[in-house]
């Protein structure tokens, strides 16, 4: 029998084994042998997943995505999420196991769209469709005022003080 290599099934081609036998149900051996063939379907890589909503935060846009329908025939292995700003220039990439994944490094103040792209052991998929557009912002601190009295307020305020003031004075002895 021939038996083609486990390196050779993870390359996208049609596969064909080759077998014969000799002998029948009495064992004895026969005069000649049959060969016989078994067409193996080609791996491939994964298709593409479906984009859900990216979020984003400070510095970073989480993204949700749902698996493709077709693995390619070898399981997914992880997924690449590449968010590239929307006037051009370098996509940011993670990579992670599932949905969802956290991009981090992003601009706050930059407008990103982003794919997600399935792996397995053939390769990398085809990319999904753009993600929703989101920019990512910093959180602004927000100062709360500290009240403050107003002249009439202290005017009182003061004259209560100097009252309780002379009031605790006259009881020393």
């Not at 590239?84 to 956290?102: E, L, Q």
């Not at 403050?148 to 002379?166: D, F, H, K, N, P």
């Amino acid at each position: 029998m021939t038996v083609p290599s486990t390196a050779a099934l993870t390359q996208p081609a049609s596969l064909t084994l080759v077998a014969s036998f000799a002998g029948n149900a009495q064992d004895l051996p026969a005069t000649d042998s049959e060969p016989f063939f078994v067409a193996a379907a080609a791996l491939t890589p994964p298709g593409a997943p479906t984009i859900g909503t990216a979020t984003a935060s400070t510095g970073q846009v989480s993204v949700s995505f749902t698996a493709p329908a077709s693995d390619g025939g070898s399981p997914i292995t992880g997924y690449i999420v590449a968010c590239t700003p929307v006037g051009g220039g370098a996509a940011v990439t993670a990579t992670g196991t599932g949905s969802p994944i956290i991009v981090t490094g992003l601009l706050n103040g930059t407008t990103y769209t982003c794919t997600v792209s399935a792996i397995n052991a053939v390769g990398t998929g085809a990319a999904s469709g753009l993600s929703n557009a989101v920019t990512p912002v910093a959180v602004t601190a927000v100062s709360t005022p500290i009240p403050t009295l107003s002249e009439l307020a202290l005017i009182v305020l003061a004259t209560l003080l100097g009252l309780s003031a002379m009031g605790f004075m006259r009881r020393q002895p």
